[in-house]
């Protein structure tokens, strides 16, 4: 997927509590990390709520800590945000998706914390393999 006017996305790690997790701690469950995408956006290209909207498509928000086969705490549905007029767009795209869904919203919009960029061959792993995602088994 290309969205015209995002400059990079950034597969990582964020809002728990471990320095440079690796893939493998952040699947533990343990580091209170989610995964993440930071996006490095053009504003003069693309509105940041266009990015929400691209969020909605592609990206289940009903399901608590799961996305697709993957589930536990670090694939809740999150959006991470850097200021204040972003926690508002988010919140009210939140209300305004919540009406084309058949069940309730819990995708969370919390401040951004530090971002853990994964490891290398996360990176644009959809691109590279062709697979809709990447699995490790639970330990």
Same mark, same amino acid.
């Given at each position: 997927?290309?969205?015209?006017?995002v400059v990079d996305a950034v597969s990582g790690y964020t809002?728990?509590?471990?320095t440079s997790p690796t893939y493998y701690e952040v699947c533990?469950?343990?580091?209170?990390?989610?995964?993440?995408?930071? &996006? +490095?956006?053009?504003?003069?290209?693309?509105? =940041?709520e266009k990015l929400l909207e691209e969020f909605f498509r592609?990206?289940? /928000?009903?399901?608590?800590?799961?996305?697709?086969?993957?589930?536990? +705490?670090? =694939?809740?549905?999150?959006? !991470?945000?850097?200021?204040?007029?972003?926690?508002?767009?988010?919140?009210?795209?939140?209300?305004?998706?919540?009406?084309? !869904?058949? #069940?309730?919203?819990?995708?969370? &919009?919390? /401040?951004? +914390?530090? !971002?853990? /960029?994964?490891?290398?061959?996360?990176?644009?792993?959809?691109? #590279?393999?062709?697979?809709?995602?990447?699995?490790?088994?639970?330990?």
């Amino acid at each position: 997927m290309h969205v015209p006017g995002v400059v990079d996305a950034v597969s990582g790690y964020t809002g728990g509590q471990t320095t440079s997790p690796t893939y493998y701690e952040v699947c533990s469950g343990r580091t209170g990390h989610a995964e993440a995408v930071l &996006v +490095t956006y053009d504003p003069n290209k693309v509105s =940041y709520e266009k990015l929400l909207e691209e969020f909605f498509r592609h990206h289940d /928000p009903t399901t608590p800590n799961r996305q697709g086969p993957d589930v536990g +705490t670090q =694939y809740r549905s999150a959006i !991470f945000t850097y200021d204040a007029d972003q926690e508002r767009l988010a919140k009210e795209s939140l209300e305004a998706y919540s009406s084309r !869904f058949s #069940r309730q919203i819990v995708t969370e &919009v919390v /401040p951004a +914390t530090t !971002f853990w /960029p994964a490891e290398q061959y996360h990176q644009r792993y959809v691109e #590279r393999t062709g697979q809709a995602a990447c699995h490790v088994a639970n330990w």
